[in-house]
């Protein structure tokens, strides 16, 4: 599957760094707290401001709309199994929005940062495979 034309953005988009503690180690074979898999089989965990059932395009704004069409769900971002730059962020940064909202205060980013990181990152698939990443490493950080 090919990324979607988005435009050449007329400035590189710098992803936002998180400085994470230490990595967590799995948990019932679904990876650490924050990660997607557990994210994916723990969805009455999720913060009451979202739902498995939410859009993306309604959490994340516009630019995801037209990336990832009105349909894709949290859940089935979060589910996603395919491995281009823009699935690795829309699977990353849903795990990292539920872990904002859900672990604030443990978690190393708020809301705010990783909707502005998210967004960001939709400019290129390098930038959205630089920002997936950077989400990762935070997902997997919580203790």
Request: net charge negative; with cysteine; aromatic share 10%.
């Amino acid at each position: 599957m090919s990324s979607p034309d988005v435009g050449s953005p007329l400035t590189s988009p710098t992803p936002f760094v998180p400085t994470p503690t230490s990595p967590s180690g799995g948990s019932g074979g679904y990876g650490g707290k924050g990660s997607c898999g557990f994210w994916s089989h723990h969805d009455l965990k999720f913060p009451s401001i979202l739902s498995a059932l939410t859009s993306l395009g309604k959490v994340f704004g516009g630019r995801a709309l037209n990336i990832f069409g009105s349909q894709m769900t949290l859940m089935q971002a979060l589910v996603n199994s395919n491995q281009d730059d823009y699935s690795n962020l829309a699977r990353q940064g849903t795990a990292s929005l539920l872990n904002s909202y859900a672990y604030a205060g443990e978690f190393s980013l708020t809301p705010e940062q990783v909707l502005d990181g998210f967004n960001k990152a939709l400019d290129s698939p390098e930038s959205a495979l630089q920002q997936a990443a950077l989400f990762e490493r935070a997902n997997n950080a919580l203790p």
